[in-house]
């Protein structure tokens, strides 16, 4: 695994192995960065269920100014970190080593909001919808902004109230669902 663009271009990643942790490959990644190019400069990016941080350090990479990793696995934090520090990143990044609901919590207490939120939770753990209604509930994504949620193409994607589907975009197992706020949430 490797940041394909930007600033830190080609830089190896580390990731754990075993099956704790499933990277978007290479080719995904790629295409959806290039989907979200324009978005990036600037942006305040959070990537939830981190695992070894490549979503969010590779908006790093291409501009975003910051990028929250929350990751509750001891050893997935401690990769993150040290891929921050290998792409000379580190600076732009911070980790938050809790739950994902209890770090959702967490920033809405801090008022920190989003322009762009990525999750790409556990397949069959169930918690994309409780994620998306907490990042509503708690206020988390700027009214421009957008959420892409990862998904297994057989797993649907329930709708949430408050959100809306801008795009979808699906390779052969996997789907990219792009979010936005309703217009009435704005």
Not at 44 to 73: H, M, P, Q, W, Y
Not at 87 to 92: V, Y
Not at 140 to 157: F, M, S
């Amino acid at each position: 695994m490797r940041v394909i663009s930007g600033l830190a271009k080609g830089r190896k990643l580390q990731t754990i192995e075993g099956l704790s942790t499933r990277p978007t490959t290479d080719r995904i990644k790629e295409t959806l960065f290039n989907i979200i190019a324009f978005d990036l400069p600037e942006a305040n990016f959070l990537d939830l269920f981190s695992g070894s941080g490549a979503i969010g350090i590779e908006a790093l990479s291409r501009g975003a100014s910051k990028t929250v990793f929350v990751e509750n696995n001891l050893q997935c934090q401690q990769i993150i970190r040290e891929n921050l520090l290998h792409t000379g990143l580190d600076k732009l990044g911070r980790v938050l080593g809790l739950e994902v609901l209890q770090a959702l919590t967490q920033l809405s207490k801090e008022e920190t909001i989003f322009d762009i939120i990525f999750l790409d939770p556990p397949y069959a753990a169930g918690l994309t919808e409780s994620t998306l209604k907490e990042i509503v509930r708690g206020g988390l994504l700027k009214k421009n902004g957008y959420i892409i949620v990862e998904r297994a193409a057989q797993i649907p994607l329930v709708p949430i109230p408050g959100l809306r589907v801008l795009r979808e975009k699906e390779y052969r197992t996997t789907v990219m669902t792009f979010l936005c706020l309703e217009e009435e949430n704005l």
